[in-house]
């Protein structure tokens, strides 16, 4: 037994068939078909809580179902009754807990055969335990399936690791690390690609996780070999700290504005516990891949994605009428035939339709179109003389909520930290409680000192020119939307082959490649960054690759950040020892400022109040429509 499992271990994952620009959803589908097509015959499905959440991700029950998949079970769930008849496929994390279960289940087997299959490396003697367990010799075989991240979309991937803080300072979090490195490699077993690799040179997690990476390379050399191409992919591991202020801003399409206003996990957006919230619609799948309204519109402008989902309802509708004229076998024929699409539609508009109204009852309650207003222009223009009374106005408003106020102040910290006449103690002082606190700690972690980058374009009076410029010719089509996250600069470098080796080295790249494969402008880029991306990332991605037919960029992170995700990572900063001192205060300006939108000169990007009757409408009719149709169906 011990023979068969260890020579059947290095069987990894090869022959898939994957085309050269795979996208990640396919990637992990194709792994998990061959796991479940490989084994014939009656099976079940066991995994663990990570992996159920990456198969989760490019597979529905339904379709895992149709491999002769009779049950889907997880390896925590203690089993006492026997199923011999059915082969057990164990899909799990080569971790220290799973090799425990595995080798408890092998003393009692409740199953027939077993084929194990590992999301990623098996360290040294793990097989080897695994085949000593096996003393009923019913392990079949053992894979190492490189499936060990999460697809959200085409384009973006994950890790589902919420805190990077045990990576900094006097902490080191092994268990972490080990995660990260080891989620980068099978990204790139996955995509069956063998990348230059450069990090971000004032990180030392990023460099960390590039050392071990070339390290990995070197080491799996038969898993890595004829990957080389003519002009390499490049792996650039960036650090969040760079740009703290993308994970902080409101957002204004409809993927992010979910993430934000309601929150997404694993794809599913829980509704449980918001007013009127239709029944059966309190968890809701979001997905690009199984939802083609979704795949249209997630990066769609809030006023764009109303009209669109009004759109959706008028499909709906017509579709209603047209069922309503069955007067012959044919036509009841016809009706049956198209029964199941007739239902995906309802079920896609009442999603659909149920989502909007929260959003909008959310932007009303939040005021999240005055407040967004003023982040942005935190974010995009450098005038402190009118960001302090937009600040203080915001601040005066009891309608405000204190998250919000705090995130404001929080941008302005980042912005003017270095202004000798700010305001970010009095702005403190206004709002109390634990905000001079995140303050500090935002700076420790992100303040100017802790960045490499350029990221308000204004250290040198170079970039302050070029800003001006770029905003004068390019203009603002939504001032919702005008900010650009400073990944966008570092990519046009990497495109335009001028981003800096100083502050972005190469590393394990080998010398004959040093004068050459590193000048070339890569035409596949996988960027990962350490503590996390955000959806207003992602969407910058998927709209690059589109403008840029010759170029492939692909986005990861340890996580998917919304603002309440980045700001409990914040508070996690230590702060013992001498924590910096906030910036000096100065008088406050005799001068005021309007509170309305139109008094800043700015449209948002649909009428609210428009919306408002908009959404009222599609809902009350969306309603309508569907109750109507299905009394007719029943």
Known sequence: SFCTIQMSARVIGEGLGMPAKVSLI?????????????????????????????VS???????????????????????????PHLKAVYFVRPTNENMRLLQEEFKDPKYGEYHLFFSNFTRDGQVQQLAEADEHEVVQQVHEYFADFLSVNSELFSLNVPSVMGLSGDVWDQSVFDRIQQGVCATLLALKKKPHIRYQQNSEMAQRVAETVVGTMD????????????????????DR???????????????????????????????????????????????????????DNMLLNYGDLA?????LLDAFQAKTKSSKSISSIADMQSFVESFPQFRKLSGDVTKHVTLLGEINRLVDKEQLMEVSQVEQELACTEEHSSAVPMVENLLSKDSISAANKERLVLLYALRYEKESTNRISQFCDTLGGETATRVQQLLRLCGSAMRSGDLFSNKSWLAVTKRSLQRSIKGVQ?????????????????????????????????????SANKKRTPTEVIVFMLGGVTYEEARYIAEMNLANPGVRVLLGGTTIHSSTSFLEEISRVNLCGAPPQLPPAA??????????????????????KRLAALTSSVTSSMQAGVNAAMSKLQ
């Open 307 to 311: 009209e669109n989902v009004k759109g």
């Open 241 to 295: 700290r760079d740009d703290p202020v993308t994970p902080l801003l409101n957002q204004w399409t409809y993927q992010a504005m979910v993430h934000e206003l309601i929150g997404i996990d694993n794809n599913r957006v829980d509704l449980r516990g918001r007013p009127s919230i239709p029944e059966g619609l309190e968890q809701i799948v979001l997905s690009a891949d199984q939802d083609k309204f979704f795949e």
């Open 587 to 608: 008088a406050a300006p005799g001068t005021g400022m309007t509170s309305t939108i139109a008094a800043i000169g700015m449209n948002p990007p649909i009428s609210s």
């Open 57 to 83: 991700m490019v597979y529905t029950q339904t379709q895992i179902l149709q491999h002769e998949v009779f049950l889907i079970d997880s390896i925590e769930r203690a089993r006492s009754d026997k199923m």
């Open 26 to 54: 396919q990637a992990v589908r194709d792994y998990v078909c061959r796991m479940c097509t490989d084994v014939s015959g009656m099976k079940v499905l066991v995994m663990d809580a990570e992996t159920t959440g990456i």
């Open 478 to 514: 939504n001032v919702y939307t005008q900010h650009s996250p400073y990944l966008a600069q570092t990519l046009e470098a990497v495109l335009k082959g001028s981003l800096s080796e100083n502050s972005f080295p190469f590393i394990g790249a080998p010398p004959d490649a040093a």
């Open 219 to 238: 080491t799996e050399t038969e898993l890595f070999a004829g990957r080389r191409t003519e002009t390499p992919p490049l792996l650039l591991l960036l």
